[in-house]
């Protein structure tokens, strides 16, 4: 069973990797458009560390069931006085798939999205 996932772009490129050669005069858009460039887990992980160096990261595995296929992950955000400060769930599937890595590295990814280290970073630019 395939697994549908939000698909990110970097800016001037389509569904199959083209770059766009329309202007915004030819789009009608304004002078300004938004660039949304991914990041990944590992790297809002890391930009955690370093504005939190004594808060942690914990992760359980809630369910494994390897004959059916799927995983549920649990991941907390504490303080450095161990309050929790945010927390995510990640359910993940799939045959022939890594789905305990995908749930735990999901859940903590929405953990850190709570907290406001979001997978898309937004840079304004003047065309």
């Known amino acids: 069973m395939a697994e549908n996932r939000p698909t990110y772009y970097r800016a001037g490129t389509g569904p199959a990797g083209g770059a766009s ?7 009608g858009r304004q002078s300004r458009s938004w660039i949304h460039t991914y990041r990944s887990v590992q790297e809002r992980v ?7 160096p004594n808060w942690s990261i914990r992760s359980q595995l809630v369910a494994v069931d390897p004959s059916a296929g799927y995983a549920l992950a649990h991941a907390q955000i504490l303080d450095e006085n161990e309050r929790v400060r945010s ?10 798939t890594p789905f305990v890595e995908r749930a735990q590295t999901g859940a903590i990814g929405r953990a850190l ?3 406001g280290y979001t997978m898309q970073e937004e840079e304004e630019v003047e065309e």
């Open 87 to 96: 927390d995510g769930f990640k359910f993940a599937s799939g045959e022939n």
């Open 21 to 27: 050669t329309a202007s915004p005069q030819q789009t």
């Open 46 to 52: 890391q930009e955690f560390r370093r504005d939190h």
């Open 113 to 115: 999205h709570f907290l």
